[in-house]
């Protein structure tokens, strides 16, 4: 992979580090809650993130990160993990499975890009620092994780009550988040033309796919219907900036759906790996992929009106050069309609 040293993101321009993205005068100050267990780095987390006009409060000794992530409800949690430890990607899930903490963004700091890639495949984490940093570098994550929380921030706060089946799949899907995308990108890296692309579009599949399963498995638990989820404007403006992304590459729309379909073949083989538990039969596999297969195909009606638009957009049709434009009575059509 093509990567910065200091941050798993792709380079880009930076947002600005004093009030983050989406914060203005009149609100509070964002809230940051910082887990480091070694004290010198604390403190200096601590320091430069104060300096960058962020409250922060330091997780108190004893206390489990995701139940008191969940009790105090940061804006943002700032997590430290050097080399993960064995528990940390229990903790990166159930983050992920509370809905409590489902909506908080996460920065994950470890000193392994591997780490950072595995933990950027979780939706709940926006942004992966990668140690050594320089003081801006951890600045400018909290402000990007800040400006982009995670998919279930995006959705409508309803919460139905999901037939016993969808629940228990939403779990699964939860507690597979981050093999699920990790797996779409490993298939998509095998064909073209990912596999001979792929350093220059590893960094926005990382982006974009735990948006679309963390979106669609949230909505699952929340008893969404596919058409809420389509009408939500952050989801929009996400599969929008990835489309217009993906025509700068150079990517036809063939590439473009399979990398959703890819993702949707990945989900749905975690539920078959299900099939059989007491809580989860054959027929209920079935029904549960027809709701996935339903969110997809409502997701990738957006995809498919935004290429067109954003192709209209960059190459509009020209007018030819013996014809003038029509003119349009008050009516709404030319004259005589």
Known sequence: MAARSETCSE????????????????????????AEGDPSLRALDELILREAGYEV?????????????????????????GPPAPGFWDVI???????STDTIPVVVITTAERAAIEARAAPVVREAVIMPYDIDALRHAVARALGSPPPAALLPEIHRAAPPAVAFAADALTGNSRQIVLRT????????????????????????????????VAALRRGLTPEEVRAVPGLRNAVREHIR??????????????????????????????????????????????????????????????????L?????????SNAAPARVTSAGGPPGA
């Open 11 to 34: 380079e880009g321009d930076s947002p600005a580090v004093e009030p983050p993205r989406g914060w203005t005068m009149s609100k509070k100050v964002p809230r940051l809650l910082l």
């Open 57 to 81: 409060e330091n997780l108190p000794p004893g206390e489990d990160l995701v139940a008191y992530a969940a009790r105090t409800r940061p804006d943002a949690l700032i997590v430290d993990v």
């Open 93 to 99: 899930d159930r983050l992920n499975a509370n809905p």
């Open 185 to 216: 990108i490993a298939r998509l890296q095998r064909d073209e033309p990912f596999r001979s692309r792929f350093a220059e579009l590893f960094g926005s599949l990382l982006d974009h796919l735990p948006v679309i399963s963390g979106a669609i």
């Open 245 to 310: 992304e993906r025509i700068g590459r150079g990517l036809r729309p063939g590439d473009i759906l399979r990398e959703y379909q890819t993702l949707e073949d990945q989900m749905l083989a975690v539920l078959r790996d299900q099939v059989g538990h007491a809580r989860f039969s054959a027929m209920d596999a079935v029904d549960v992929d027809r709701a996935i297969d339903a969110f997809f195909g409502e997701l990738l009606r957006v995809a498919v009106d935004d290429y067109a638009d954003e």
């Open 312 to 320: 209209r957009r960059r190459c509009p049709a020209p007018l030819p």
